[in-house]
């Protein structure tokens, strides 16, 4: 189908039933939606799929250049508005994934998740894009067309069609729209505003991939607290493509984790929030008396609820403080009140959970909440005692 918004005029594909959670998937430079094909077969059923071709590519309007990246995140969300979307996951490759990256930043209440494929803080250098763009703009898209598709897919991938179909797609986006594209990616750097994201993340990076590597991942993970880390061996640039599979399980796994990761996923959860010194005093204390109630807290509430997408640890961590405080679970509104700050939930979130508890939960519990919360909200991590 065809939008208008943003005064502009999109191609989306949309996959999936109306009344799923929605999913949208971004492409990269030089390509269109269709990068995402096997992804979204896989995924269509427990989501609604939403694949828009960026302007200037596939078959979405052109205009002039140059672009940037935030304005890329803004055309996502006039999108949005437009299908009446509020929450959303979203996935993105390369430059896709920095217009994720921007378009949570903006909007982080929308966010339900992100997932960062072949994609970094920032894709140096801003001279190398710069002149690509030039060029491009002076000989149009032919001079790019081996060396993209070489970075895209491994050497033996390239007899294969699929890669004849990435050829065309680079091949038929408009030299404006790819050379405006280079120079978003020129001036993006998305280091201080993704490390102040606290969305739950998973980031995958293909092992062979130059022009994203590893260490540009993990240097992405390391920015967004308790996101995942995947590197899929073998992997370019393009890992949708030419490992679909791979990508698909990955988006899966990240989306609707199987039991027997739960444990796996709660521990490293749990240490995200709680974090490490007091996830440790705990397996300490562990006896072969509560071993299994341990192992069936960690699998279930921080692997099976605390791990899923749909809500952020800081909104998930204040929906705990309100549901202790209302019960009266003065130890475990504590333990709360201290894992906040890790969450990114702030003094003041915490008191305005409090205010709405008195509310809807009675005042002496709110009042008693309220004390406790000035012991350790109130204090710096370094002064808070067990």
Known sequence: ????????????????????????????LGTSGAIWDEQAASL?????????????????????????VARLAQDMLA?????????????????????AQSLAAQAPGRVASLMLVATALTIPSAESWIERAALVRREGIAPVLDMALSRWVSPAFLDHPMADGLRAMLARTTPEGY????????????TETTQRLTVPALVLSGERDVATPPAAGRALHEALAGSRFVVLPGASHTPSVEYAEAVTNALRKFLQPETED??????????????????????????PFDREFQAFLTRVAWGGV??????????????????????????????????????????????ETLMHTGV???????????????????????????
């Not at 594909?13 to 949208?24: S, Y």
């Not at 949005?80 to 929450?87: A, G, M, P, T």
């Not at 996951?89 to 994934?97: E, K, Q």
């Not at 050379?179 to 998305?190: H, K, P, S, V």
């Open 44 to 68: 269509a059923g427990p989501f609604r799929i939403i694949r828009p071709d960026l302007r200037g590519h596939g078959i979405s309007e052109l205009t002039p250049g140059p672009y940037t």
């Open 306 to 351: 605390w791990a899923r997408p749909q809500l952020t640890p800081r909104e998930r961590c204040l929906i705990s403080i309100a549901l202790m405080a209302a019960l009266g679970h003065d130890h475990e509104l504590r333990v709360l009140m201290r894992a906040c700050r890790a969450t990114g939930a702030s003094p003041q979130d915490v008191s």
């Open 179 to 190: 050379a405006a594209g280079c120079e978003a990616l020129a001036e993006a750097d998305l």
């Open 262 to 287: 739960r444990h796996e996923a709660g521990t490293a959860m749990r240490r995200s929030v709680l974090g490490d010194e007091y996830v440790d005093r705990a397996i300490a204390r562990t006896t």
């Open 360 to 386: 809807y939960a009675g005042m002496p519990a709110a009042n008693s909440a309220m004390r406790i919360a000035k012991e350790t909200v109130g204090r710096e991590p370094s002064e808070l005692q067990d």
């Open 1 to 28: 189908m065809f939008v208008r918004a943003n005064n502009l005029t999109s191609y989306v594909r949309l996959d999936g039933p109306p009344g799923a959670m929605p999913l949208l998937m971004i492409h990269s």
């Open 79 to 99: 999108l949005l508005d437009h299908l009446e979307v509020e929450r959303v996951h979203v996935a993105g490759i390369s430059i896709g994934g920095l217009i």
